[in-house]
């Protein structure tokens, strides 16, 4: 089976990014390292059809991505992992776990359903505009506003939540 | 930017460093040959049943949908929304009438109602007595507030609802009204007049996407080893699965919308058993985002409001779609069915525009006012 022409050069160097956004919307490694896999090989038979350049293929790609993530809930993706994939993902180490950002954001977009989480994701750390988020999504961009909305309030009540229970602890432990 | 989104971009960026290795090409080739595998197999599979079995017909409930899949011709047009600096000469109509808030007052007709708390509400619906809404309370950080659900009175009066505070975790996201605004739902079914607890919401309900006339439809909570569904569900009856996920619940209708996030999506009677009867679908650009209330009509994705029956799409914005991305995270542009033949929408940051439906003529219903992130404009559709 033969290897799209440049298709390697674009994974070598464009995967890491697309792993970064994966965890921010996984919030697990070794689900990032197979969500950008599984939007990789879905590119593949389309790449030459697809690659103008890095960024417009990166761009193609992250929306595959996107839309993968946001429907994986709906469906038992796991029942479409070949368990011959398990080796790689167990060649990963998770050497980030100390890090409390790291964990701090995880449980944070964790409590947002996915397609909330996505428009976080593409809106404060992709920087895409509302436009061009709602171009990715095929949604208006009313409703990339109100997504967006509703992801912040529900992040501001569990700021609330955690700075209230911070407070009680301290009123605990106070003698 | 508020404060929470300056953090929220700062945490994201750290939280993703240092930059993980790359992925090795031999991974996705493995998974390209996998896939393949599985498809050939697929199709051998389907094609034995198609050869045993010619004439079964795998029921979708969408032998009587109009299917759109290619974009129709748009036709130019002259009407729909001009260019900004035109909308101020668009003719003056009658003001809105359905409520809609701007800061913290809430519009309805010519009467303007304080709405407590800050951060503008987030206004659900209409019940008996007044309007449902969420506030924001005690900003206690400077991104941290507590919220709460309540019953905004026309007297400027305010219930709170305490019943409905979404305390500790889980619990249930949004809410939503019933079809004739005696109750409301959230975390509990509440009588919309005592606060009295009427139902509890099953233990899986994660996030509530709306109440229709076949019931309240949730989605269950989100786990990565279990396929979440949407659900049907009333008050005393068992929760029923349903076979698509639904996006949106036309309030006070039987209408859905279904369908996967940038796939295409339909437009459904939901039927109080479960089942989803398709009445038009759209795909890439004219996936449904907004349904008229009468169902008749739809707004999609592209901004074009389209003839379910007819099938023809005419763009609302006449010219070009204007850059609402500019400035960036600024206000919100809206737009809400203000009744079965005309939408309502916010334009410029300036204006709130009626559009006919059927000729997409267009005068203004209120402005100027200058909508900004801290004075924002909430449109609320009707029941």
Redesign the interface.
Known sequence: ?Q?PVG??QF???R??A???SA??L?G??A?A?DL???A???V??RWERIYRSDSSAEAYVR?VM??TY??W??????A?Q?V??VP?RAA?VDGYAE?N??E???QALG?L???QR?V??L???E?L????T?G????????V??QA??A??????Q??????DTTKAADRDRP | MTDLETMLRTKLRTAVEPSPEPISVEAVTNRVRTRRRRLTTMAAVGGALAAAIPSVIIATGADDARDIHDTPAIRPTDVGIPAPAEVGSLPLGEPPSTPWSFGQTLHVGAQKIPVPGTGGPDVIGVVEGGWFLLVEREQFHPYAFRTEYGILHADGGFTPLPNLQRTGRPHVQEAAVSPDGDQVAGQAVVDANTGAIVARLPEQASYLIGWGRSGIVYDEAYEADRSAKSILWTPGSDPIPLAREVTDVVSGSSHVVTGKLGGCREVADLHSDGSLTTLWRGCHGLSPVLLSPDGTHVLTSNLSVVDIQTGEATRLFGADEPDHAAPDRAPSWQVVWEDSAHLLLTVDATWLVRCSALSLRCERAAGPLNITPGNDVNLIGPN
């Open positions: 089976m290897e298709f390697g994974v070598a160097a995967s890491p697309l792993l970064r965890w921010l996984t697990d490694e689900l390292e950008v896999q599984t990789l090989a879905r593949w038979p929306r996107v839309t946001a429907n809930w709906r469906r038992q993706w796991r479409e070949p011959a994939e790689e990963r890090v950002d790291r701090e954001v995880r409590v359903p996915p397609r996505a976080i994701v809106r404060y750390y920087d505009t509302e436009r061009q709602a990715l999504l095929d949604c208006s961009i009313g409703t506003k109100s909305s509703k912040l309030r529900r992040l501001r009540e700021s609330w939540a955690t700075v209230d």
